[in-house]
């Protein structure tokens, strides 16, 4: 038995003490967070309870945000090739922990072209999805009671990352008519401890786009409050849905409005690769100390195991990034539903963006009106997961005939409360 086989000395531990050792060994924040339920997955779950019971044609589900329309055809044609051109040991090697240099040039190019900012390929980290661009750059930002505002609704994962280094999260409730930005509860809501602000637009759930005016509003509170007290407040902008868009929407590109910005991507939604794991980081070269920040984006990386993101996918970004998404499938989808629930009677935030319907729920408590929605099995998500109440999600990234065959289901539904 090798010296340092601990297994040797727990066979002198009484099995009830080893239990309760064992127990106290684990995080119990790690725990509770693991058998916290998802709302989201909870409702999927019995989705796929219902599809076989009832077949899966009369199961209206709008519970998850996954992407329905393929990714590009030159995505697949790329991975091909790539796997059939390139050496195999390299092609699945570890690029550098930052990410392939080839990678980050192309689309630092990109960002440039696009935007007319003035991107390095220094100022990216290549990174596992938005979710893992978010992760990192929460904990290279943020000590213990920090404090970073969310605007609600907001991405309810904001909250776990916040969390997990023992900051604070400050809700700061969008305008009511709109959810729009309420730059005047922002300013009210900031201290001397505010680290940053998470943007989020196309924003998840709303499908609302915050207009550049909305944005240069934002940007000179933050600026006046830095100016005073001598620290920036970074915005962290998460953009995984910035091209997905209807009609001539402008998305501002936040870093040429607002100095101290992080941009978190993902080509989960934009390409529909959610399951690939691919996105970046990019800190704005205009950001105070930016190249102190991006050595923390690059020590949170590593504190986080996120060592190198999927070589293959960063060499298919090399040669995909700038791909528009075919996004007509979502256009149609959000017309019909938008169009048949406001007709219908319900009150609903016309989407800009990303592929959410958020509607006002018909009773107080949408929870409740979700399990109500269950018997006429539309499976819908109640806000209060999202950091508000009263309203519910509709996730419409899916078939143009399942949208079709639910209507009578939300007619149904209205007419329980108000027919
Ligand atoms: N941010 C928002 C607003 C999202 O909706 C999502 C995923 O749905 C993410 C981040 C995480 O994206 P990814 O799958 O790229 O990690």
Known sequence: MAFYDHSFLWSFVPKSVAEGMVINMISKKMEMLGKQPSKIREIFEYSNKRRKEIGAENVFDFSLGNPNIPAPKEVNETIIRLLNERDSIDVHGYTSAIGDLNTRTAIANNINKRFGFSAQPSDIYMTSGAAASLEITIKALCNEEDEVIVLAPYFPEYKVFIENVNAKVVEVLCRENDLQIDTNAV????????????????????????????????????????????EPIYIICDEPYREII???????????????????????????????????????????????????????????????????????????????????????????????????????????????????????????????????????????????KGYVRIAYCVSYEQIERSIPSFKKLFEEYCG
């Open 246 to 388: 209807y009609g001539n929407i402008e998305v501002p590109y936040i870093p040429n409005i607002y100095d101290n910005t992080i941009v978190c991507y993902s080509y989960s939604k934009s390409l529909s690769l959610p399951g690939e794991r691919i996105g970046y980081i990019l800190v704005s070269n205009k950001a105070k100390d930016n190249k102190d920040v991006y050595a923390a984006v690059c020590g949170a990386g590593r504190s986080s195991g996120y060592v190198c993101a999927s070589s293959l996918f960063q060499y298919v970004i090399a040669e995909c990034d700038g791909l528009a998404p075919d996004i007509e499938k979502y256009a149609e989808n959000r017309n019909l539903l938008y169009d048949s629930l406001c007709e219908i009677g319900y009150n609903a935030i016309r989407p800009d963006g990303a592929f959410y319907l958020f509607i006002k729920s018909l009773e107080e408590d949408a929870n409740e009106f979700c399990e109500k929605a269950k018997k006429y099995e539309l499976m819908l998500v109640p806000s209060d997961s999202f950091g508000i």
């Open 187 to 230: 300013k009210s809501a900031i201290t001397e401890k505010t680290k940053a602000i998470i943007i989020n637009s196309p924003n998840n759930p709303s499908g609302v786009v915050f207009p550049e005016s909305d944005i240069k509003a934002l940007a000179k509170v933050l600026n006046d409050y830095s100016n005073k007290s001598g």
